[in-house]
């Protein structure tokens, strides 16, 4: 009798890693789990570390894995391990760990190791003064920074921007953003929309968003950082956070083979073009769930269902495969919440066939884009209460003149006030 | 499993279900003049509807809870941490029955987590004397037909 069953490795320690990790325990009780993290903090939620920022959480909030909870499961944990190198041909991965190298062998690897700051020439990283924003050490730092820095200047008016400028500003320093685009929070939103959430956030007075700028160059002149503007201006800061965009971590799997265009390719098992090899998360592709087009959507529901889809196919279940979700978001700034899904700027192209519906009241602005009658986008600032009724009605290819006739529907301005 | 089994053509929105459940659920987040119940109860020209969570199985708002606080219980049910809401509402996006109780004032989703009457039967489905609103054990083709039913939306 074989005193073990399969020894899985999972790299990376947050959504998709816990969420794989707890169905492989579930699959099979003998099965062998090892998870390593770069990180010294077992696994918590990303998308919090700006609240985290902000002081809406606490660190015991923001923890929420405790080293019981992988106990709990049989997990064997290791902290502060990053991962070198992996040899497919003998099932191996080489890691670092407190300076030393390590080897860990695995029957089935999970890769899950997500993406980190993209940082451009313009501004190099710093760990003195320009740094992203992605991970609890990133978050720390910035809220040692906000004890005795004024000001921060940041580059890129995304989610992770916007929602740093906000949590500096809860800590009482003056955020600067710029952002190359004329509207923020990239594809999430309109003009009208990007107005709003504009108007809202800079109703803060330590909240200033420059719209159609980039930074050209960044320099350190005494205790301060200086950049440039493209039109030749230049600021200083105390700091300054890069949030141009992200890029999956994948330097560790070269020379595997592994099919890798900027994201590692998948199928809808998660695996990767390498036997014995599944990615999950923010580091792969994902299939648009309505096109089955293999896109870029690094968001939190598609890497926690990844990572369930990827453990199930793991443990030898390959009945179970990924349908893909839409590229989507939800967030709040000072109460005034944003909600996205689908390509909500589909209606700005060229080519056109896209009918727009639109419902502006001072509080409220909603909009859904109709291709053929059927819906394909939905975005709503200011009430988003059952959005997910659309959501579902996208999905399910529901022509719009059918959707508006349920009950349900009655709940969404859009459909009640739009006749 | 068990399952709410809602019969519009039964009501006529006496509310009773709405206040058994505030009566039972409410002080617990009644600090708020706005507390809302976890079922509600609308009218439209199509008749009444509900909004309630329906403890779907593959629950795709337990997925899409950044803040960890929506989780699935050891009985299958949909619970929910408050403490741990950060009220960014992706659950609200990802709800095909719009169920979430998105509360702005308190930065807060709520859902029911059938926390009343888990024994038995629901608090609200016992107030209901109208015969409009169930919570029955589903039988295996009554399952089925659930699960067509739900494959029609698609989650996740």
């Known amino acids: 009798m074989k005193a073990y069953g399969r020894q899985h490795l999972i790299i990376g320690n947050c959504i998709a890693a816990v969420s794989a990790a707890e169905v492989l325990r579930r699959q099979n009780q003998d099965d062998r789990i090892t998870i390593m993290g770069d990180e010294e903090v077992p696994s918590y939620s990303r998308c919090l570390i700006t609240y985290y920022l902000g002081d809406m959480v606490t660190r015991t909030h923001l923890l929420s894995h405790d080293e019981k909870w992988y106990r709990d499961r049989s997990i064997e944990l290791h902290l502060s391990t990053k991962a070198l190198s992996v040899d497919p041909k003998n099932h191996t991965v080489i890691a670092e760990q407190n300076g030393k190298k390590k080897k860990f062998s695995y029957d089935k690897l999970l890769v899950a190791t997500g993406s980190s700051p993209i940082f451009l020439k313009s501004f190099p990283y710093d760990p003195d003064g320009v740094i992203g924003m992605r991970n609890y050490r990133d978050a720390a730092t910035l809220k040692r920074w906000a004890q005795k820095g004024k000001k921060a200047i940041i580059i890129g008016a995304g989610f992770v921007g916007l929602k740093t400028a906000y949590g500096l500003a809860k800590q009482g ?32 007075e330590l909240i200033e968003i420059e719209l159609n700028n980039s930074v050209v160059a960044t320099r350190k002149q005494r205790q301060k950082y200086v950049v440039t503007y493209q039109d030749g201006r230049e600021e200083d800061a105390d700091f300054v956070v890069a949030s141009v965009g992200v890029k999956p971590c994948t330097d560790f799997l070269d020379g595997t083979g592994a099919e890798i265009k900027w994201t590692i390719k998948v199928n809808e098992r998660q695996e990767t073009t390498v036997p014995d090899i599944y990615a999950a998360g923010d580091v792969c592709v994902s299939p648009h769930i309505l096109s089955k087009e293999w ?20 443990s030898g279940d390959s009945s179970i495969t990924y349908a893909g979700n839409l590229p989507m978001n939800s967030v709040d700034f000072f109460e005034l919440w944003i909600t996205a899904i689908g390509n909500v700027q589909a209606d700005q192209a060229e080519n056109g066939g896209i009918e727009t519906i639109k419902f502006q009241s001072p509080r409220i602005y909603q909009k859904v884009l109709l291709k053929q009658g059927v819906p394909i986008a939905f975005m709503a600032v200011g009430n988003v209460d ?25 709940v969404l301005p859009i459909v009640k006030e739009v006749i | ?51 309630l969570c329906r403890h779907c199985e593959e629950p ?17 049910l949909v619970i929910q941490d408050e403490e741990r809401c950060i009220g960014c509402f992706m659950c609200n996006m990802v709800c095909p029955h719009g169920a979430m109780k998105t509360v702005m004032s308190q930065e807060k989703a709520f859902k029911c987590t059938l926390m009343c009457g888990t024994k038995t039967t629901p608090t609200c489905v016992l107030a209901c004397d109208r015969g409009a609103l169930f919570f029955e054990e589903v039988s295996q083709h009554n399952k089925k037909i659930r699960r067509a039913k739900l494959k029609e939306i698609p989650r996740k």
């Open chain 1, 173 to 204: 320093v003056k955020a600067k953003v710029v952002e190359l685009l004329p509207t923020v929070l990239g594809r999430m939103t309109d003009i009208e929309a990007s107005r709003r959430i504009i108007e809202r956030l800079t109703s803060h």
């Open chain 1, 295 to 314: 896109i870029y959507n690094a968001i939190w529901p598609v890497a926690a269902a990844q990572g369930r889809v990827a453990a199930y196919n793991m």
């Open chain 1, 386 to 410: 059952g959005a997910g009724l659309v959501r579902g009605a996208i999905v399910a290819g529901m022509p719009w003149k059918d959707f508006i006739k349920k009950p349900q529907a009655k």
């Open chain 2, 1 to 51: 499993m068990k399952a709410f089994i809602f019969k519009p053509e039964n009501c006529d929105l006496c509310r009773k279900c709405e206040e058994a459940c505030v009566a039972v659920c409410g002080p617990a987040n009644k600090q708020s003049a706005e507390y809302v119940p976890h079922i509600r109860v609308f009218q439209s020209p199509e008749g009444p509807y509900i909004r």
């Open chain 2, 60 to 76: 795709p708002c337990v997925d899409a809870c950044i803040g960890e606080s929506l989780q699935v219980g050891p009985n299958g």
